[in-house]
Structure formats: structure tokens, C-alpha cells
């Protein structure tokens, strides 16, 4: 495990080269995946020296076990938005619990996501056949993850990627029953009370909403804001997005918004701009689309019936919505089919507490934004959002079995009869 970092760590300066020419992300984008996948090692390495079991009563005198134990081959699908890094956690700690890995980056992320891995494994002098790494066409997708779900010698499946597809893994995995961990898709909301620091809620709104141009699965997807402060908080939004430059970020480090991922996410993102426009809404900023450029735009006067409401959006395009209690804003949160993150903004830690308690999401971040991950921590949803966790301890859970083992030592006696 730690060598496998510090291959990471030397190589890293290739590898945000890699990421912005495959990925299309901003250099600092690059600069935080890469730094963060070394510590994902780390902490898996430390996974080696945490207890995998523990010593339990018996009412008859047995030495009683329970211990955990690989459950041999896990599949490996992770998806394009932060390839190297959701590469990393979906089979890092699987790999350090002691099982092998079949690993299927997405199509349109083969190399960051899948064959640098087989690279950095063989110079870190992982034995062949621990990584295994398959890469498919768009064409081929449905034959090949068929095949890592339902193989028999497949135990158990790390998905990530979009909830439609997300219940397909997990039908097939349960069809034969496997364990599976899916982290899905969010339509995650910024929740700003009227005591919030605004110059730190509107940083992390627009952190939230326009990092990576808005493709991370908990990007902050509506802003929430109390009416009392609506209006200087859309203020010091929208000069804070307005900074933003949009381009090529391989041709100049200062473009911080570079282009989606392919045509068809650029043409889901203008359906769901041109949809809130006929309904009523309006643009405060942006609302340009450019081929697959989308300058960060944000949006007033949407509504339920609209599909920027309703779908996860996966771009710079971000509704802000007032509300008058916390009991509306919650409200506002819940209503999605979605459960991964939450950010709620108050100078009241008590308040925030008791909002995130209400929240139907698998994680909340007090004063700060939705989008937040470390390597120890449990990282997944609820609802619609996935099952299951990465990351820690957790994640040596997802991945390993459990087994019931005793010696016995107490004499217990069997039936005469017998």
C-alpha cells in the first residue's frame, strides 16, 4: 500500500497532465486528485493494523470469534469525474483486506482511471493478478459489467457512477446475491441561515455549485438561502461565480471552468437551463453553452415542476431558492429522490446540528460546502443516492466477510439421546 503511494506521489506532475487532457478538468482540480490518492493508500495501509475481529461472551464456556475475512474477487467500476481518485477508493481498501481486483474504468476515462493503475501496481512490484484491469467501448459497456457483476468467482462489486445505472449493479449483484457498494448520484443543497458568515456561505456555494464545472456527485446543486439574507447573499454569489474564467484550462491555468465531459452532458445541462427559462425562471449570471462550455450560471425562480429541480444537473448551473423557516428549508433539501450530501451555514452550531439531523442524506458539513471527502471517513448516501461506504473502517466492512469461529472449551454436553 505505501509504495503503491509513493508511486502516486512521484508521478504526479504526469498525472494532472494526464487528467487535463483526458478529463478535461482545471489544473487545480488535477493538483487535489493527485495529492489526495497517495493518503487514500495511506489510510489503507493503516487499515492493515486495525482490528479485524473481535472476542465475544458464550453462555457455554467457548472461546467465541467473530473476524472478518476476504471474500476474494471484487469488480471494480469507477467513472470519469475524479477517475484516479474514485479508482483509488473504490479499491484500495478492498485490496489492502486482502482480496484481488478486477477493475473497469469508464470509457471515457481509460487511462486515468484504469491502465495508470495497472502501470503504477507493476512499479510498486504488486504480484500479477492482484490489479486486473479491462477496458471496454461505449458499445461494449452492458456485455463487459454484465460479466464482472454476475462471473461467479466475482463476490462482491464497488460501483460509482449515476444512480440510473447504479440500480442496475445492484439488481444483478442482489439477483446473485453479492455485496455491493454503489455510490450514486446527488442533487446535494446549501442550506444558508440567516446568522451565516456570507462571505464564507458564498464561497462555499460557489466551491459547491462550479468546482470541476459542477461534475462531482455532491456538488452543491441548489443554495437555500433565509430571506433575510437573500439578497446580500445572491450578491457576493454572484460576484464570487462572475471571477470564474471559462476555457481551455490546458491552454491557460487561469480558465478555472473548462469543458464537460462529452456533447451529451453539454446538451442535458442546456435542456435543463431551456426548461426553467419556458417555466418562468431567470439567469442572474451565465447561462451560456458554448459547444461544452457552460459559463457558471445561476438561476432564480425555480420550481418543482422544473427539471433543474428535479434531475441531477452534473454542470456549472445552480438554482438559488429563499426560504422563511428551517423547517421550509428542510423541507426544500428533502425533496429529491437523492440523499448524498448537505451543507448547512450558521454561526449556531446547536441550529446546525439539529438540521442535519433532519437531512435525509448520508453526510452533512456544518459551515461548509456539501462537496467534502476524506480517506477515513464513511463516505456514501441514502436514498436514491447509493447503499454502502467507502472509506476507513467502514470500507474494510463493505469488502470482507464475517465469520462466527469457537473452540470449545466449556464441555458442553450433547442430548443423552444422542
Not at 481518485?85 to 482511471?113: M, Q
Not at 454561526?347 to 442524506?361: F, K, M, P, S, Y
Request: contains cysteine.
Amino acid at each position: 500500500m505505501l509504495e503503491i503511494a509513493d508511486v502516486f506521489e512521484r508521478r504526479k506532475m504526469e498525472i494532472v497532465e494526464a487528467l487535463q487532457a483526458e478529463g478535461g478538468g482545471w489544473f487545480g482540480k488535477g493538483m487535489f486528485e493527485t495529492g489526495y490518492v497517495p493518503e487514500i493508500f495511506h489510510s489503507a495501509a493503516a487499515a492493515n493494523y486495525a482490528p479485524i475481529g473481535e472476542v465475544i461472551p458464550s453462555e457455554y464456556g467457548k472461546l467465541s470469534l467473530a473476524v472478518r475475512q476476504p471474500m476474494g474477487v471484487v469488480s471494480v467500476i469507477s467513472p470519469w469525474n475524479f477517475p484516479v481518485l474514485l479508482t483509488a477508493r473504490g479499491l484500495a481498501f478492498a485490496l489492502a483486506a486482502g482480496n484481488t481486483i478486477v477493475l473497469k474504468p469508464s470509457e471515457e476515462t481509460p487511462y486515468c482511471g484504469g491502465l495508470l493503475f495497472a502501470e503504477v501496481f507493476a512499479e510498486a512490484g504488486i504480484p500479477e493478478g492482484v490489479l486486473n484491469v479491462v477496458t471496454c467501448s461505449r458499445a461494449n459497456v452492458q456485455p463487459v459489467g454484465d460479466e464482472l457483476i454476475e462471473n461467479p468467482r466475482v463476490k462482491g462489486v464497488s460501483f460509482t457512477g449515476s444512480t440510473p445505472v447504479g440500480r442496475q449493479v445492484a439488481a444483478r449483484a442482489g439477483a446473485h446475491l453479492k455485496k455491493c457498494c454503489v455510490e450514486l448520484g446527488g442533487k446535494d443543497a446549501l442550506i444558508v441561515c440567516d446568522d451565516a458568515d456570507l462571505e464564507r456561505a458564498s464561497a462555499a456555494a460557489s466551491f459547491g455549485s462550479f468546482m470541476h464545472q459542477g461534475q462531482i456527485c455532491m456538488s452543491v446543486e441548489k443554495v437555500l438561502v433565509h430571506e433575510r439574507v437573500f439578497e446580500p447573499f445572491l450578491q457576493k454569489f454572484v460576484e464570487r461565480a462572475a471571477r470564474l474564467k471559462v476555457g481551455d484550462p490546458t491552454k491557460d491555468s487561469g480558465h478555472i471552468i473548462g469543458p464537460l465531459i462529452n456533447d451529451r452532458q453539454a446538451a442535458k445541462v442546456k435542456e435543463q437551463i431551456d426548461d426553467a427559462l419556458a417555466k418562468g425562471a431567470k439567469v442572474v449570471l451565465g447561462g451560456r453553452v458554448d459547444g461544452r462550455f457552460v459559463a457558471p450560471t445561476i438561476m432564480l425562480g425555480v420550481t418543482p415542476d422544473m427539471k433543474l429541480y428535479q434531475e441531477e444537473t452534473f454542470g456549472p448551473v445552480v438554482p438559488v431558492i429563499p426560504f422563511r423557516t428551517d423547517e421550509e428549508a428542510i423541507a426544500i433539501a428533502n425533496d429529491t429522490e437523492y440523499g448524498l450530501s448537505s451543507g448547512v451555514m450558521t454561526r449556531d452550531e446547536n441550529r446546525g446540528l439539529a438540521i442535519a439531523q433532519r437531512l435525509e442524506t448520508g453526510m452533512c458539513h456544518i459551515n461548509c460546502s456539501s462537496v467534502n471527502d476524506e480517506p477515513h471517513a464513511p463516505f456514501g448516501g441514502a436514498k436514491a443516492s447509493g447503499m454502502g461506504r467507502h472509506g476507513g473502517r467502514w470500507a474494510t466492512e463493505t469488502f470482507t466477510d464475517t465469520r462466527w469461529i469457537t473452540l470449545e472449551r466449556g464441555g458442553r454436553a450433547f442430548p443423552p439421546m444422542f
